[in-house]
């Protein structure tokens, strides 16, 4: 298999791993996170460095994930994004063996499709996105890159969203709006 660092140790690292695991194509060589925290472990793996040892880190391993959450802003998942890609390691897209995701549907590098999720076709789904645990992405849906569509979320047919996007848990949009960029949309909301 091949060995992947996860970026970011706290919450949505932990729901990461659990992704990664199952879908087999992966092993875990280590976590980034803030040097506080190094020789700690996150549900059994090691804490080996944090961002000012990326640059060494890129020439022994490959393959990186941003597993940093994102709620307030996109800010530093886009920072981190810009370094890793400086920095040439290549950023998967990561997609759980229990979503549904159409064969028609693209998603980009640096993504991941949590459980349960289910992407319908003719979508497009951009760069370092969390699609989180069971999610509705209906047909026709457009999502920029850097964006969070939270747990329980249903995005409608032909909904575009923007860039820099947090659409809150078991929020649910009308069908064929337009989300500008960095929007942030709290949980539990009707968006039409």
Do not use: W
Not at 48 to 64: R, T, V
Request: with cysteine.
């Amino acid at each position: 298999m091949k060995e992947i660092i996860l970026i970011g140790g706290g919450g949505h690292c932990k729901s990461c791993i659990d992704v990664i695991e199952q879908e087999g194509e992966y092993t875990i060589s280590g976590i980034i996170d803030t040097k506080e925290v190094i020789g700690s472990k996150v549900m059994g793996y090691p804490v080996i460095g944090c961002d000012e040892n990326l640059p060494s880190l890129s020439k022994k391993y490959q393959y990186a994930l941003i597993t940093l959450g994102q709620i307030q802003t996109a800010e530093k998942r886009i920072k981190l994004f810009n370094l890793l890609n400086g920095l040439e390691f290549t950023l998967p897209t990561i997609i759980s063996p229990t979503a549904y995701v159409s064969q028609h549907s693209s998603i980009q590098k640096g993504s991941i499709v949590m459980n349960h999720v289910f992407i319908n076709a003719a979508c497009h789904i951009g760069e370092n996105c969390i699609i989180n645990t069971a999610a509705i992405i209906e047909h026709d849906v457009t999502i920029g890159n850097h964006c969070h569509i939270s747990t329980g979320a249903v995005v409608n047919g032909g909904v575009k969203i923007g860039n820099e996007v947090f659409y809150g848990s078991n929020t649910t949009s009308k069908e064929g709006i337009q989300i500008p960029n960095k929007t942030f949309i709290k949980a539990g909301n009707l968006v039409k």
